[in-house]
Each structure stands twice: as C-alpha cells, then as structure tokens.
C-alpha cells in the first residue's frame, strides 16, 4: 500500500478492516506499518489511542509517532517514528470511531470497557489469521490516557482467555488508572505551574472534590459552586492555554496567527502545533479513502473523535490500577509514563498510584529515582520496582508524548522494548541511543 502524498519507504504497509462481529457486521479499522528495518525479527506493537473514542490512527500514526505527518497536500517522514524499533499495529476502536463501524448503529448507544476489550481481542486473533508471520511474535500493548482502561483490560483478557499470543509487556502514558486520585491532581499541578491564582487552589480543594464529578454530572450538571470555581480557573488559565501541555504554543484559527506561532517554534524542536488539523483534512480525502481502503458507514467525515458513539461514562470511575498488579503478578512488565506537561492527567497522581501498587506488591526499588538521559540531555525520570514494574517521565512532554517530545518518547521506547533501564550519565556513556 503506498499512501498519497507520501515519500518513498523501504518498509511495507498495510490498512483494512477486520470483522468481529459477523451478525451485527461490526468491523474495525487498522493501520499495520511493518518495522523500518528487519522487521522478521523485530517485536510487535499494538497502540491503543483512548478518549474513550478517540483515533489511534489519527492521533497515534499521523500526529504522533506514525512513519509520516500530514504537511499540506503531503506526507512528511517522521524522522522518530516508532517502527525504528518495532512493527507497529494502530487500531481504531471500539467500533463508531473514525472508519471502524457497525452496520447495526443501535451499537453505539451504550459501549463500555468490557465490550471494548472483547472485540479487541476478536480482532486480535483474526488479525494474525490474515498475518500468521506475526503471530508467535513477542508482543507488546501500547496506548495513552484512557489506554489506561484499554491497554491493561485487554492484557488481562488475553491472560485470562489463554490466548496463544506471545504477550510480554505493556507500556502507557499518562493514563487514567484511578478516577479521584487522578483528577484530583489537576488542582495541584495547575497552582504549581502558575496557572491558576492561590486564592483559585484554594478553592479547587474545598469546594471541588473531583471523586464527585461523575456522579454529579448523572444529576444533570456540577454544583453550581464547582462549576464556578472551574469557570474562574479557566479564565486565569485563558483560552490560549493547551491543557494536553501547559508550555506548548496551540494551533489558533487564523491563518496570519498561525504563521506567527510556527515562526517561534524553537529552533532545536519544530512542533507543527496544527498536525491535527492537517490530519483531518488528510484522512477526508477521497484518494486516501482509496489507498486505505477505508470507507465512510453512517457518517459523513471522517473525525479524530467519535461523534456517534455514546460511551458509558460510568466506565471513568473504574480504577485500572489494579489490573496492573495483576499484569505484574503474571509476570508481564509494565511501563507506566508521564509527559510532565499535562495538566490533565498529572505525573503526580500518577507517580503516586504508581509507587502506591509497588507497596502493595511488597516490590523493592531496583532503580532509586533518578534522571535518564536521550544524547546530553536529561529525558526524564525514572525509577524501577523489582524486575516487571517501573515509571518515567518525560522531561517537556504533553499528554500525548510522542507528539511534542518524539526523540525521548523514542529513546523510552527502545529500551521498554528491550527489557533495558532508561539510559543514566549525560556524556560519554557507552550505553545510550542517540537517534540523528
């Protein structure tokens, strides 16, 4: 398959539907990128966009980490894209997002994690019916934000169905695992950041408890105090704020504004802040349709987040932790990462979940917490829990890492992959990857 628009490759591609659900015709779309180089013996890698209903293909491939990105009426070669290392798998589920569907659309009136996760894994195993080469290989369940509902439900259902893949591991970033702790980290992290005023912090802890935000809104709407408080925390935050990453310029609606902003991206890091615009009108296109092999089933457009599905919201407040340590128990290595830019899901209630589930587990820290390095700058964070469990952060990055710090989320990466702990001293050291 070669795309419009797009630069000559030596690897091959491949995107299609595969069938889970033959009475109700439900099928989901994928997009299979085979690894740069050897890909015979290199792993493979589902990624997992979350949302609940957001694209993995538009967000994942296309904005993140995918071989290419949308640059006009072209594909440019993203120079840090994930199938370096890995074949790579982006799935968009569960069905009613982007061109995956369900001819019976009375589906999309009540989806849940349970229904999410079973036709995950029916998709799974008729995917390696079609690419049987792929099937005894090691894999590995990647994903971010609700991948942390994603990522480790399927894991668990692929352990607990017994099916005869080769799982090893999972990895995801800034995820959702626990509803209050989670939320309840925003507050924290805006005031620390400078974003909102003392007097706005103040409020967030006294008068919104986020562990009630669910419930409150099944009731119609937020008290009418927590609503105010979120409305005074959004006037001082401003609309020219991106909440997915506190310090990154946003794409604005201007075409004049827009040329402003790209000309004061850094020098050393060029971030297209509106990739995501460009990959929308890129995945409309008719002539990508074609290549992909894609079409359109009771909608008009193609959109990075479903406006059909209706997705059991309740599912929010179902804590993943858990599953986790179940995953560590089994004996799969687990990855949780934080780009330390993103105020919506914060490192810090994540970091404290984390190391909460390693005391849980009786895990003894193997890596004190400590710095990682990509070239002569410090990545990030890190510190490891025994053999299967560890967390990092990534120095700079939004909510989706990949997107605005590509070479560190490249260098964790590889060394997820490779059973390797994140690379330690800032010159001379022998065991750090440097991608050019």
Not at 129 to 137: G, H, S, V
Not at 150 to 178: D, H, R, T
Not at 293 to 322: F, K
Not at 401 to 409: C, G, H, L, Y
Request: glycine content about 8%; charged content about 20%; aromatic content about 12%.
């Amino acid at each position: 398959m070669v795309l419009p628009g797009q630069p000559q490759v030596n690897f091959q591609q491949f995107a299609g539907y595969i069938r889970v659900d033959e009475k109700q015709d439900r099928s989901l779309f994928y997009y299979f990128v085979e690894a740069e180089t050897n890909p015979s013996s290199k792993p493979f890698v589902l990624w997992l966009n979350g949302g609940p209903g957001c694209s993995s293909i538009g967000a994942g491939a296309f904005c993140e980490h995918g071989p290419f990105k949308p640059s006009g009426q072209i594909l440019v070669k993203n120079d840090y894209s994930w199938n370096k290392e890995a074949n790579m798998l982006y799935l968009e589920s569960p069905a009613g997002v982007g061109f995956s569907y369900s001819a019976n659309q009375s589906f999309y009136a009540s989806v849940d994690d349970n229904i999410t996760a079973q036709d995950n894994l029916v998709f799974l195993e008729n995917w390696f019916k079609k690419f049987p080469e792929y099937n005894n290989r090691d894999l590995f369940i990647t994903g971010e934000s609700y991948g942390g509902h994603y990522v480790p439900q399927l894991a668990q259902l692929i352990i607990q169905s017994k099916a005869k893949f080769n799982l090893k591991g999972i990895a995801i970033g800034n995820p959702l695992l626990e509803f209050n702790t989670d939320f309840n980290a925003r507050g924290e992290y805006l005031w620390s950041h400078g974003l909102v005023s003392d007097a706005t912090y103040e409020l967030f802890n006294h008068v919104c408890n986020y562990s009630q935000i669910r419930r409150q809104a099944e009731k119609g709407s937020l008290t009418p105090a927590c609503l105010g408080v979120i409305k005074q925390a959004s006037r001082e935050i401003s609309e020219f704020i991106d909440s997915y990453d506190v310090t990154l310029d946003v794409c604005l609606s201007s075409v004049g504004l827009q040329a402003e902003v790209l000309n004061h991206l850094q020098d050393t890091k060029k971030i297209d802040v509106c990739v995501e615009d460009e990959t929308l009108n890129y995945l409309n296109r008719e002539d990508v349709h074609k290549a992909f092999h894609a079409r359109l089933v009771g909608v008009t457009e193609w959109s990075i987040c479903s406006d059909v599905l209706h997705y059991e919201m309740q599912n929010l407040e179902i804590p993943t932790i858990g599953v986790l340590g179940s995953l560590v128990k089994s004996g799969i290595r687990v990855l949780v990462y934080s780009g330390d830019q993103d105020s919506i899901v914060p490192l810090t209630g994540t970091r404290t979940l984390v190391n909460g589930l390693a005391k849980e587990l009786g895990l003894t820290t193997t890596v004190p917490y400590r710095v990682w390095f990509e070239g002569r700058q410090v990545g990030g964070w890190t510190q490891v829990y025994g053999d299967l469990l560890s967390f990092a952060t990534i120095r700079g990055a939004a909510h989706e890492a990949p997107f605005s710090q590509p070479e560190r989320s490249l260098v964790l990466f590889n060394a997820f992959l490779g059973g390797k702990t994140l690379p330690e001293g800032a010159l001379g050291s022998t065991d750090q990857t440097h991608y050019n």
